[in-house]
């Protein structure tokens, strides 16, 4: 029997990605409980980029990571609070915040990258498996809104119509 997502096709098409995201983010919490890591998947791009940039500010971060300043703010925050990144203010200009991996932070990036070795894998093993590759289609799309926002394709749309 088909689900209701898989019958509204490119209706549901954001709840869908969405419903998929969230299994794999519930599996890979599991994944680093089951490894005895208290680590959820979310944190893990601002994680790994300040495993490899060292030190960075919010917007830095938000720029490099693509995403915005408040979501940066918002897993900062978590990551903080539960000990795994540090943040002080610039020396330069007070107004910015530095972020980087704490003790914490740095004595547990190579048990999480044994970790991230064995995601990775299992992550290829799916992909590899399906006769598209999702990785090759998300580029595709996120290449189709660089071009022109969502937004801005639903108005050109709507004004079509009109015509």
Do not use: C
Not at 49 to 58: A, V
Not at 142 to 149: D, G, I, R, T, V
């Amino acid at each position: 029997m088909q689900d209701v997502f898989s019958k509204l096709g490119p209706l549901i098409i954001a709840s869908r990605m969405k419903r998929m995201s969230d299994y794999i983010m519930r599996a890979g919490a599991e994944f680093y409980r089951s490894n005895g890591v208290e680590f959820e998947p979310k944190w893990f791009p601002l994680y790994y980029l300040l495993s490899q940039e060292k030190e960075l500010g919010i917007m830095d971060i938000a720029q490099k990571l693509n995403i915005s300043h408040p979501a940066v703010i918002q897993l900062a925050k978590e990551l903080e609070k539960e000990g795994w990144i540090t943040s002080t203010k610039s020396k330069e200009d007070a107004r910015k915040r530095l972020l980087k991996l704490s003790k914490k932070g740095l004595s547990m990036l190579p048990q999480l990258q044994l970790i991230w070795d064995d995601i990775r894998e299992v992550n290829r093993q799916v992909v590899e498996s399906q006769p598209t590759n999702i990785l090759d289609a998300l580029g595709e799309i996120e290449l189709f809104f660089a071009s022109k926002s969502y937004t801005e394709r639903m108005k050109e749309f709507q004004e079509s119509k009109k015509k």
